[in-house]
């Protein structure tokens, strides 16, 4: 007989985009970049899904699928596209784009910043500017006071990815290549959120506030050798709690961004080696599918006493044959979680469309809805009609052959120590403090 999860009355089920991989026509630094042929194929973002002009129609798309929630972003460098000067006719557009969603019935989500910013901006020095966080707030204080509809702000987005990625790794733009620099952009991120936070609070005061925080699942590669097993706790600390314990006290509720398991062995004093788990299966990014980490990074979260909601969670899979399962197993260990007492309010899949992926494209499909870039036509994935019984019904069904989840071995050792909380890999700083504790922002800190 097939077990059948119940979820909390309220819980808000939906899907994420961002700006700039949604809406198509941008002028950011991003786009200046992606002139270089840094992207794959040498892909530029474009039209992108064209969602500009076509957020209506998506937004139709989204309540057909029993959504009851949506998490977009705003795009600052439309609405300041030079110091202090305000594009209103972006403002308005926004202000369309909320009155459209909740015309359906649907909850906005608006997260403030996702990665891109204003030319301007970047060409000041970017967020590794000690003015940085200063300029943000005043985008900050004119965006909120242009959307007072909105109950639910999320300052930043993954600010421990860009820091990594775009200053650390020089992946992404401005290719810094700078373990200083990333350092000193983390600083200003945390600074940011605090301003944005405060804002948010002083201009809305009906509203509530979080940050979407991406948290990774890390393990020793042998839990047996005591060095994998500091490294370990150095990754978990560096990249999931340096964060946590100096914003999550200034918050409303903490959104988890989730994707990956990762197996770390110790290779010296300047080296972590970084191992995907070997034999799962994979998404089309390469990125191994790991249910149980879901539980685990919630288990992390939820320590900071703040409700949670899950702002993305999904996998690039351009066949649709992985989509229906994947978000299956990641939601039994959500209700895992939430038999155990933990908070959880709400599952945001990423994304709602096919959308342009950053440094990898058009390359990857993450999308309920898959798009035609030539032809911008929309056409829902089977996954996408699964998930809507599940948005309908606020029930998961398992098949026949699948249990609810007990305790693996994988639990002991999460439960043996992982938490660097109050260790001596902890400075005694307050959870309000906006600073990045001594140590390297580097993988090897």
């Given at each position: 007989m097939a077990t059948s999860l119940r979820f909390?009355?309220?819980?808000?089920?939906?899907?994420?985009?961002?700006?700039?991989?949604?809406?198509?026509?941008?002028d950011n630094d991003w786009t200046e970049w992606e002139k270089l042929g840094r992207v794959k194929n040498g892909e530029r973002s474009g039209a992108?899904?064209?969602?500009?002009?076509?957020?209506?129609?998506?937004?139709?798309?989204?309540?057909?699928?029993g959504h009851t929630s949506h998490r977009f972003s705003l795009e600052w460098s439309r609405i300041e596209p030079l110091p202090g000067q305000w594009n209103e006719p972006a403002l308005e557009h926004y202000r369309e784009v909320v009155r459209a969603i909740r015309a359906k019935g649907i909850e906005p989500f608006v997260t403030l910043w996702h990665f891109t910013n204003p030319r301007w901006f970047a060409e000041r020095g970017g967020w590794a500017a000690n003015d940085a966080y200063q300029l943000f707030s005043k985008y900050v204080a004119t965006a909120i006071q242009a959307l007072p509809e909105v109950k639910f702000w999320l300052t930043v987005n993954e600010p421990n990815v860009y820091a990594l990625l775009s200053y650390g790794l020089g992946y992404w733009p401005p290719e810094a290549k700078s373990w200083v620099r990333a350092r000193r952009a983390l600083t200003n991120l945390i600074r940011a959120h605090h301003s944005a936070a405060e804002t948010v609070r002083r201009l809305a005061p009906g509203a509530m506030v979080g940050f979407a925080q991406n948290l990774v699942d890390f393990e020793p590669r042998h839990s047996g050798i005591l060095l994998d097993r500091w490294a370990t706790r150095v990754s978990d600390y560096q990249f999931n709690r340096r964060w946590l314990e100096r914003t999550a006290a200034s918050v409303d509720f903490i959104g988890v961004n989730h994707y990956h398991h990762q197996r770390i062995r110790f290779g010296g004093l300047r080296q972590l080696i970084v191992n995907e788990p070997q034999g799962q299966p994979q998404t089309d990014s390469g990125w191994q599918i790991f249910p149980e980490s879901m539980y685990r990074v919630l288990k992390i979260a939820a320590e900071y006493g703040k409700p949670i909601y899950i702002t993305e969670n999904g996998l690039a899979d351009a066949s649709d044959k992985l989509r229906i399962s994947f978000i299956r197993d990641y939601l039994v260990q959500v209700h895992r979680a939430l038999a155990e007492g933990i908070e959880i309010r709400g599952y945001f899949y990423w994304s709602l469309l096919d959308n342009f992926e950053w440094r990898e494209g058009r390359s990857q499909k993450f999308g309920l809805v898959e798009v035609d870039f030539t032809t911008q036509r929309r056409r829902l994935r089977p996954s996408a009609k699964w998930f809507t019984d599940l948005c309908r019904k606020n029930s998961l069904v398992l098949p026949t052959h699948q249990k609810a989840p007990g305790v693996s071995p994988r639990d002991e050792w999460?439960?043996?120590?992982?938490?660097?909380?109050?260790?001596?890999?902890r400075r005694p700083e307050r959870a309000d403090t906006p600073s990045v504790s001594s140590g390297s922002a580097s993988p090897d800190a």
């Open positions: 909390p009355d309220g819980f808000l089920w939906g899907a994420a985009t961002s700006a700039h991989q949604v809406e198509g026509g941008q992108a899904c064209d969602h500009w002009h076509r957020y209506i129609s998506d937004f139709e798309l989204a309540k057909s699928l999460f439960a043996s120590g992982l938490s660097v909380r109050g260790s001596a890999l």
